[in-house]
Structures are given as C-alpha cells and as structure tokens.
C-alpha cells in the first residue's frame, strides 16, 4: 500500500462564499490565506484524507469596514479563534468524479460535520513536471451553528445578515511525494 501526499496550491486554489444581505442580495467573501493537503492511499484520490487550515483574519470582502466587522467578537472573533479548521472523516464515491468529503468543520472553536459535494476535474501535469489535480467543492452551512449570531432585525421585515452560508472550494494540489506503508 503506497500513500500519495498533495499539497493544496492556495496561489491556484479559492475558499468563497455568499451570504444574503437585507434579504435581497448577497454579500460574496473569500479567505485570503489558507493551507492544506491530502493524503491519497494507493493513488485513490476518492479516497483521500482532507486537512484545511484557514487563517480567520484574512476575510475579504471588498469592504474594509465589513471585513473589521467580520473579525470582531461578533462573528469571526479573530483575536480568540485565528484558525478555521477541516477535517475529513470520510469519503463516499457517488461516480469516477463526483464524490461526498464528510469531515470535521470548526469555526470559533465550535466543531460540526459538514458535507462537501466535490466534483473531481481530473489530473495533468504541468510544464515544469509537477502532477497536478483539480477539485471544486460546495456547501451550505447554517452560521448560528458556529455561534455566528449577530443580526439585526430591519423594520420592513428580515434581518440583516442571512443565515445560510454558501461556500464554494476551488481546489488545485500538487502531488508531493509516494511513501510505502510499513
């Protein structure tokens, strides 16, 4: 039994997503800086073990005001919870490129599974003769899970802040290494 390791791209790769905003919009963000891998057993990349680190403070919006206020203790709390975390636990093939990533989602220090619904793009190599692979996942989380609760009530009725978070994970790995298992 061989173990691939594959070193998630960040430069190539982007954690997104999409709240709405007084009820009629959406607010879109992405994380800025992040890290992470994946350890595939004998090449099965259906089968890999999922690890994500994300730094909190690196929220982006397009609105630095928005962004100060999403680091606050009101969401994110940066100060007191730095890291957002994932965790695979499992993996479901539902075809050769679609598969579900079940693991381990923490956000201010409050840990819930989620569901990834990944779509595998396939592998290449690139010019320099590195192996490259390609993923893109979605999920919808509830925010207040995470003890993401701060809103506003608007008199027109509705909140401010929606509850339901899309996120979307463009993910490109580099294959790093194959070791033997003993």
């Known amino acids: ?37 994946l350890i595939a057993e ?25 962004d100060a206020h999403l680091k ?20 479901e093939k539902r075809s050769d490129a679609l598969v579900r990533v079940i693991g381990a989602l923490t956000i201010r220090g409050v840990t819930r599974e989620v569901i990834l619904d990944v779509e595998y793009s396939g592998r290449t ?11 893109t996942a979605t999920t919808t989380i509830e925010r207040k899970d995470f003890g993401l609760t701060w809103n506003q009530v608007l ?13 979307e994970i463009e993910v490109e790995a580099v294959r790093q290494s194959t070791a033997k298992a003993a």
């Open 42 to 66: 004998d090449g099965d990349l259906a089968r890999a073990q999922v690890n994500v680190v994300i730094d909190a403070s690196s929220v982006e919006t397009g609105v630095a005001e928005r």
């Open 72 to 91: 606050s203790p009101d969401f994110l709390d940066v100060a007191s919870f730095p890291e957002i975390t994932f965790k695979s636990s499992g993996v």
């Open 1 to 37: 039994m061989a173990f691939e390791n594959w070193e998630i791209d960040s430069g190539h790769s982007g954690i997104n997503f999409s709240v709405r905003h007084m009820v009629v919009a959406k607010v879109r963000g992405k994380f800025a800086r992040w890290n992470g891998g």
């Open 125 to 135: 190599n690139d010019p320099w003769g590195n192996e490259r692979a390609g993923f």
């Open 155 to 167: 008199e027109a009725g509705g909140v401010v802040v929606g509850d339901r978070v899309s996120i």
